[in-house]
């Protein structure tokens, strides 16, 4: 059973950081993508970043760049999202999403591309 289980969402101050975690179980990365995704209330879900693992390419929405970078841990098969310098607008409960196959980059960060998803992790900005 293909499982995705994020951990590290908390409730952080702006200018905070905060390390995301996506452990994924019955499967290996190999030859997939997966993808951090968030949700705020009353907003649609909306790509954060994602990472193709056959050549570790990477791509980041627009909103996150120069602030949160992506990477994985292939002997714990596991994805990471560091978060930094984090604001208000940041906050939301985030996913991490994966596909058995190796994504364009176009289409890395549209959630109806991803076949399996976590059950999310809360992400509050807040002073």
């Known amino acids: 059973q293909l499982q995705l289980v994020e951990s590290g969402g908390d409730l952080v101050q702006p200018g905070g950081s905060l390390r995301l975690s996506c452990a994924a179980s019955g499967f290996t990365l190999e030859y997939a993508t997966i993808g951090w995704f968030r949700q705020a209330p009353g907003k649609e879900r909306e790509g954060v970043s994602s990472?193709?693992?056959?050549?570790?390419?990477?791509t980041f929405a627009d909103s996150v760049k120069e602030r949160f970078t992506i990477s994985r841990d292939t002997a714990n098969n596991t994805v990471f999202l560091q978060l930094n310098s984090l604001k208000p607008e940041d906050t939301g409960i985030y996913y991490c999403a994966a596909v058995r196959w190796s994504l364009t980059r176009s289409m890395m960060l549209q959630p109806p591309n991803y076949d399996y998803w976590g059950q999310g992790t809360q992400v509050t900005v807040s002073s």
């Open positions: 990472i193709r693992t056959f050549d570790d390419g990477t």
